[in-house]
């Protein structure tokens, strides 16, 4: 019978404990929360819904239906975080919810009695600021780490990432149909990739680290652009071992300088479930804004919550 015990005991210190439900929203600058997902102590899900018919938005707090709040139930505060540092908000309290325009679109928020330390613009502002994530209970927020071209992370993803960036590149041009890079594959190679934004954090696993870059090659106009040449947007994850080998998974779009099409991560910060580390961030560009939650892995990122905060036109 002891020994039985001493096993159930070991197995228990053993196996990580299971996280509580919690809930979580983006804290836009003006007090309003927009719910983007719940976590039921296993699983992400959206379960605040994205479109709500005029007629059926909840006219006070305790209207809002139950299976929107998640597992975790009925919430009347929230706590504050601005990309991993807590502003003490315990005493964040939700009011009605409220019926906003983004983007092309229509979303439901949450009022709240959040006061930002910086004035909140027009509501008209697109994107709007955010200020961090709000989420419920005890669970805790870290930063994502916003690194400049001091850093010895941003000088070797630099030196680095050029043959992915060529390939994305070649990619990107291909995806048309009916236009041809005016460029050749070696023109292009003259013009060196510029890292302009770099975020990071630790994985899982121990040693390994993920950052996430926004990167551009620009192109001089040509006689035709009037004075708005090409730009090749890249963006994605550079994973890095314990060996200090880096890998590199890019995306890019091709575009004038205006960059229409391109979008721009926000980080709010990571969040630990279940011993599993979860960025959360906003994507945003013209006419478009989208809240995601990931989970960076040494093989792969693994997509958790895709959340449309608004858009116009294609989607």
Partial sequence: MAARVAVLLLLVAILPAETSPFFVGVL???????????????NWKISWPEEVERDKVPASLEAVPHDWWGKSGPLQQLVAWANGVSRGAIHLHLGRAVRLHIMCDERVGLQSDYRSPDPPPPQTVQPYPKDGLAVSGDQAVEPIQILGPDSAEWTAAAREMTADFDEAEERAARSFTAWRH???????RRYIPRIEAMYGAPMDEAGWNAYYIEAVRLYPPGPDDRGCGLVTSESGWMKVGPGGKRSFDLRGRVTYCDRQGVGYMLPLGVITANERRYWAYQI???????????????KEIVPEVLSSGGACGLR
């Fill in 28 to 42: 836009r600058r003006d007090g309003i929360v927009i719910p983007i997902a719940a976590f039921d102590g296993k």
């Fill in 182 to 188: 005016p460029f050749s594959k070696v023109e292009r």
């Fill in 284 to 298: 945003s560009g013209f006419g478009r804004e989208s809240y995601v939650i990931v989970r960076p892995r040494p």
